[in-house]
Every structure is written in C-alpha cells, then in structure tokens.
C-alpha cells in the first residue's frame, strides 16, 4: 500500500510569484485535503476535494485554490504568494469525505518559504 | 464557535515518568476526536480516533480517552523515541480537522 506523497519537499519564491503543490493521495482513497501550518501552529484546513469536486474550505482567500484529478491526485495552487504564505503545506487522503471521511492520512509535506 | 485548546505548551519527562497531555473542546457537533503525532518537519501521523464519550483507545504506551469536554493522551513509561509534538483535532459538521496548536513533548534519557 502507497502512502500520501508530495511533491516538491521544499521550495522558495518570491513575493508575487505563483506556487503549484502536488499530492497523490494513499491507493483506495478518493478524499483529498490541504492543510496550511504555520512554525509552531496546529495545521489549518485550506479545503477538501472529493471525487473531482470541492468538498468544503476554510478560510482562505481566492488566491488559493485546488484540482483533484480522475486518479484522486490533487494539486494546491498559490497566486500572489505573499511572505505569510511562508509555511508548511499538508496534504491529507482519506477513504470518503462525502460520507465524514473518518481518518486523515498526512503526507510529508511541502515547505515554502516566501521572500 | 468550535474551539480545541491544548496544555501544556510543552512537556519534559525523564525516561520511564509516566504523564498525561490534554485536550479540551467546545463544539457544536463532535463527530470524532483524533490524535496526532508530529515529528518535526514531518506530516502529522495518525495514533487514534475517538467518537463517544468513555471510549478509551491504546496503542503500545499511547492510552486516550474522551469526555464531553475533554480527551487525554496518557503515556507510561514513555522512552526518548516518543518525544515530539501530539495534535489533537476534532472533525465536526464539516469535513475536515479543526486542529490545536499542540503540546511538544521531550523525554530525557
């Protein structure tokens, strides 16, 4: 059974710049969600996607948004990086998030760093 | 407004001194309480799920328990291995996890 990766580890860019982050989810999973973490903060919900639709999202401006893909992979798009978009980019897969979706299993994550 | 709060801040054991984390919560809907262990630099891993009160989980020297308003993270005996941070998070009407900020745990040999 494959895991959750992620892809790239780290990445640096400029205010103002563009950012796609990208995700497999774990095999048999159709539930994809993206997770921010700030240093030394709990990871916050950015939104969900299941089978190829947004299933929810939290608080996050228009600049970000997201893709699902008929294989359940999933990419997170950044417009207008700004330096507080500077952190720790989480995905998480999970069996069925129309249905409560259960346990979230995380990736190793993507760090970004803004300048 | 869903709220999760977790203490301490920060944790320092010595080896084998057995302790507890907390985890409390105010929510309208609870549908899971879960627990995470995240090494640093590293995606959160998942230890356990919660969904009633007075269910109680264990895995190796992890217990939790739930509450209505709380849920603990119990080690014994904890080793040096366990040091990292333990996040709790709800799952309520929506789908996804409302997480907390976390307690770092360091266990000294």
């Known amino acids: 059974e494959t895991g959750v990766t992620q892809s790239p580890t780290h990445l640096i860019k400029t205010r103002g710049q563009q950012v796609t982050l990208r995700c497999s989810s774990q095999?048999?999973?159709?539930?994809v969600s993206w997770y921010q973490q700030a240093l030394g903060q709990g990871p916050q919900f950015i939104f969900q996607?299941?089978?190829?639709?947004?299933?929810g999202r939290g608080n996050f401006p228009p600049r970000f948004s997201g893709l699902q893909f008929p294989n359940y992979s999933s990419e997170l798009n950044v417009n207008a990086l700004e330096l507080d978009d500077s952190a720790l980019y989480l995905c998480?897969?999970?069996?069925?998030?129309?249905?409560?979706?259960?346990?979230?299993?995380f990736g190793p994550g993507t760090r970004l760093t803004v300048l | 407004e869903d709220q999760v709060t977790q203490s301490p801040e920060a944790l320092r054991l010595q080896e084998g001194e057995s302790s507890s984390l907390n985890c409390s919560y105010t929510?309208?809907?609870?549908?899971?309480l879960f627990w995470y262990r995240q090494d640093p630099g590293k995606g959160p891993e998942f230890l356990f799920t919660?969904?009633?009160a007075g269910e109680e989980k264990e895995k190796e020297r992890l217990k939790a328990t739930l509450t209505k308003k709380e849920s603990f993270l119990h080690i014994t005996a904890p080793k040096p291995e366990d040091s990292a941070t333990y996040l709790c998070?709800?799952?309520?009407?929506?789908?996804?996890?409302?997480f907390g900020t976390g307690t770092r745990l360091t266990v000294i040999p």
């Open positions: 998480a897969s999970s069996l069925d998030g129309r249905a409560g979706g259960g346990e979230q299993f």
């Open positions: 095999s048999g999973h159709n539930t």
């Open positions: 996607y299941y089978r190829e639709e947004e299933n």
């Open positions: 929510v309208s809907g609870l549908r899971g």
């Open positions: 919660l969904y009633s």
């Open positions: 998070a709800l799952q309520t009407g929506a789908n996804n996890l409302f």
